[in-house]
């Protein structure tokens, strides 16, 4: 059963920490989605990468925010600095370039406190 | 931004069908209709979705209006597990991909 997996599923941790949050696509395909999803703001995307390249990250805040995908089967998000407006879940999903639907996978929730 | 605009909630009893309208009055012509469902705080879940023609799946079906600029996501008898947000997306192409983006869909309880 392919599913895009998260890792951490939870995650509290003090303002100013890095946090970094992975997620593994399903195997094979090569378009990556990052997500957040707050009550106030809804689901936000962040960025996306097509074959690993990022091609928009113009919803991250630029300043704390970083996404990478060192290789076909793990993308990650970093945020350094944390601060505690960062508590949200945050959404991984995968799909085929030009293919009919996303996967999304459980998501990480994180509490910066 | 948004470029669908739906009811923020609905009510439905179980065993009915559950008619959810959506307006996405300035789709481009190539723009795909899709619709997500997300269930308590799990990932959206991908239901359907449809450029000109109407769809049907097995779990639901899409009705596109002939202009496009409206459609009807039909859950035709709801049960109780059908109780989720329900997005309706326009997904909007970028130069060698494509996007979802997300609006605030629409909440739909269904009642026993």
């Known amino acids: 059963d392919a599913r895009v997996t998260q890792t951490p599923r939870h995650k509290v941790t003090e303002m100013g920490q890095e946090v970094t949050m992975r997620c593994q696509p399903i195997l094979g395909h090569n378009t990556v989605f990052w997500y957040r999803q707050t009550m106030m703001q809804g689901l936000e995307l962040l960025a996306y990468f097509r074959n690993r390249a990022p091609l928009d990250d113009s919803g991250m805040p630029k300043d704390r925010f970083s996404a990478e995908m060192p290789d076909a089967t793990l993308a990650t998000l970093k945020i350094q600095p944390s601060e505690p407006r960062d508590s949200a879940v945050y959404f991984c999903?995968?799909?085929?370039?030009?293919?009919?639907?996303?996967?999304f996978g459980q998501g990480t929730r994180l509490t910066v406190v | 931004d948004a470029k669908t605009t739906q009811p923020p909630s609905m009510d439905c009893a179980e065993g009915r069908a559950a008619n959810l309208p959506c307006n996405h009055s300035t789709i481009s012509g190539n723009e795909y209709v899709y619709w997500y469902r997300q269930i308590h705080s799990q990932g959206p879940q991908y239901i359907i979705h449809?450029?000109?023609n109407n769809e049907t799946n097995e779990m639901a079906s899409l009705i596109i209006t002939e202009d496009r600029k409206s459609s009807t996501l039909i859950l035709p008898h709801a049960t109780l597990r059908d109780t989720a947000v329900y997005y309706c997306?326009?997904?909007?192409?970028?130069?060698?991909?494509?996007?979802?983006?997300f609006g605030t869909g629409t909440r739909l309880k269904v009642l026993a």
């Open positions: 999903a995968s799909g085929f370039e030009g293919g009919t639907e996303a996967f």
């Open positions: 997306i326009v997904r909007v192409a970028s130069p060698g991909t494509y996007k979802y983006i």
């Open positions: 449809g450029l000109k």
